[in-house]
């Protein structure tokens, strides 16, 4: 997919560039070697996968290096689904924060904990869509995540 994208531009930049150009050549030349050699890789991994579903067992050492290498990539990947977690979380404790402080009404940004628009003197708060948990701020009609009428 990248690949067709980079031949793509590359074919649009030599439109611009002289074809005996040393520099076009060269990376027109990498280009190719490198899409190549990636052809040749997965071809190589076509037929490992097939080889093992059909001689199972019959490559004890890499069989069990696959495994090692597989259980970690399920541990990397349970790793970074916790990381990507965390880092919403984050953001919608400080999306939380910020749509508690800014009043929805006057738009004053208040101090943080304050129950009232210290300009406009509205009620402040967030509550949670009871459908998809998203935050939204008091007098919100419809969720802006999931669509949900809410009671206003
Ligand atoms: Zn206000
Ligand atoms: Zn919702």
Redesign the pocket.
């Known amino acids: 997919m990248a690949n067709d994208l980079f031949g793509g531009l590359m074919k649009g930049l030599s439109g611009f560039m002289p074809q005996d150009d040393p520099d076009v050549k060269l990376m027109s030349a990498q280009s190719d070697l490198s899409d190549l050699q990636q052809q040749e890789t997965a071809i190589y991994a076509d037929i490992g996968r097939q080889s093992l579903a059909q001689f199972k067992g019959r490559f004890p050492e890499l069989e069990s290096r696959l495994q090692l290498v597989q259980t970690n990539i399920a541990e990397s990947q349970a790793q970074l689904e916790a990381v990507q977690a965390e880092k919403k979380q984050k953001e919608q404790a400080e999306q939380r924060t910020e749509q508690q402080c800014v009043?929805?009404?006057?738009?004053?940004r208040?101090l943080e904990g304050v129950k009232f628009?210290?300009?406009?003197?509205?009620k402040?708060g967030v509550f949670n869509c009871p459908k998809c948990g998203a935050v939204l701020v008091p007098g919100t009609r419809f969720c802006g995540e999931c669509g949900a009428k809410q009671e206003v």
């Open positions: 009043c929805p009404q006057c738009g004053y208040n628009c210290q300009e406009c003197g509205v402040l």
